[in-house]
């Protein structure tokens, strides 16, 4: 079982940036089709932000489009999510996820990004 960890959260100002990584152990990222990051707000359901194809094809939810830029090492068996210009409402846990249609799929535990003055 592919075990993921996410890292790099915290309080930022509106306008801000923050760098979210997601490192892969007992496993490799490569062992997923795609590898994406999720994020909830409270009181809301968990969507997706940011999603990357093992070929590097990368796709983006409307509302960060622009704004967030989803990248792997496949030598540091990591994926990132850089977010600039963050606003209040992407206040939410992120999390990262590697999903394959068999199938095969992993969460990390989660990592809070607050967007607030």
């Known amino acids: 079982q592919v075990q993921l960890v996410e890292s790099g959260g915290g309080l930022v100002q509106p306008g801000g940036s923050l760098r979210l990584s997601c490192a892969a152990s007992?496993?490799?990222?490569?062992?997923?089709?795609?590898m994406a990051w999720y994020r909830q707000a409270p009181g809301k359901q968990r969507e997706l932000a940011a999603r990357?194809?093992?070929?590097?094809?990368?796709n983006y939810a409307d509302s960060v489009k622009g704004r967030f830029t989803i990248s792997k090492d496949n030598s540091k068996n990591t994926v990132y999510l850089q977010m600039s210009s963050l606003k209040p409402e992407d206040t939410a846990v992120y999390y990262c996820?590697?999903?394959?249609?068999?199938?095969?799929?992993?969460w990390g535990r989660g990592t809070q990004v607050t967007v607030s003055s």
């Open positions: 996820n590697g999903d394959s249609p068999s199938g095969r799929t992993s």
């Open positions: 990357i194809h093992i070929t590097g094809t990368v």
């Open positions: 007992s496993g490799s990222i490569f062992s997923f089709a795609y």
